[in-house]
């Protein structure tokens, strides 16, 4: 079974400066999918960046990043330029490209994000 | 964008009694899935929806417990039945539009049992 792993339980970062969060995951496949969910205190899931395993490129979605290693098994993901609306928690998420697993996540256990002024 | 309607947002509840939460999405979907957060947890899931047959549950939820009905391909229900304070969480439906995409959430249900 997959396991996703977020070490960093909080961070913190002053509005404008750039952070990184970490997410590390376990797997024997080849095949699969990787996602960076923020929830802010809406509750409402949002999606902010996916990255496929066979694309060697680095995904980017304007101020968001990625950080794929995928020898490591590793997955961050970079926020520049932080604003106060980044503020939220966010989910690493892995999903199998095989069919059989019926498009399941497998979510870490999360990393708050405080954005100071 | 297509929208996620989660209804209730929130509820209240006794123990003992059931709550059934609605998902209604604007456009058709592929799959439809719900998911349980516990307070202060990551999201777990609980089963995936599928269209006129019965849900596949994960390892830890039973169908007599978490009821799913899904008579379309936009919309499915999650019944939390008998239920306890351990039942207190926020319940999620998400879709996914198309194979081999993300998939959307809802807003979440947070139910709470006294």
């Known amino acids: 079974a997959q396991t996703v792993t977020q070490s960093q339980p909080e961070m913190s970062v002053q509005e404008a400066e750039t952070v990184t969060l970490s997410c590390t995951y376990d797997?024997?496949?080849?095949?699969?999918?990787l996602f960076w969910y923020k929830q802010p205190p809406s509750r409402q899931m949002i999606l902010v960046i996916r990255?496929?395993?066979?694309?060697?490129q680095n995904a980017t979605e304007n101020r968001f990043s990625v950080n794929f290693q995928k020898a490591a098994k590793s997955f961050s993901l970079k926020i520049s330029d932080s604003q106060l609306g980044d503020a939220a928690m966010y989910f690493c998420?892995?999903?199998?490209?095989?069919?059989?697993?019926?498009?399941?996540?497998?979510f870490g256990e999360g990393t708050q994000l405080t954005v100071n002024p | 964008s297509a929208v996620i309607s989660q209804k209730p947002s929130r509820d209240i509840c006794q123990r003992g009694t059931s709550l059934t939460i609605q998902c209604q999405v604007d456009?058709?979907?592929?799959?439809m899935f719900w998911y349980r957060q516990q307070p202060g947890q990551s999201l777990t899931l609980i089963a995936t929806?599928?269209?006129?047959?019965?849900?596949?549950?994960e390892s830890g939820f039973v169908i007599d417990k978490f009821p799913i009905s899904r008579p379309n391909l936009t919309f499915s229900t999650l019944t939390v039945s008998n239920m306890s304070p351990e039942d207190s969480s926020i319940y999620l439906c998400?879709?996914?539009?198309?194979?081999?995409?993300?998939?959307?959430f809802g807003d979440g249900t947070r139910l709470s049992i006294l």
């Open positions: 998400s879709v996914v539009f198309r194979d081999n995409q993300p998939q959307h």
């Open positions: 797997t024997s496949e080849s095949d699969y999918y």
């Open positions: 990255q496929e395993a066979y694309k060697q």
């Open positions: 998420a892995y999903r199998s490209a095989w069919e059989t697993s019926g498009s399941r996540l497998t």
């Open positions: 456009s058709q979907v592929t799959m």
């Open positions: 929806a599928n269209q006129g047959s019965e849900a596949t549950y």
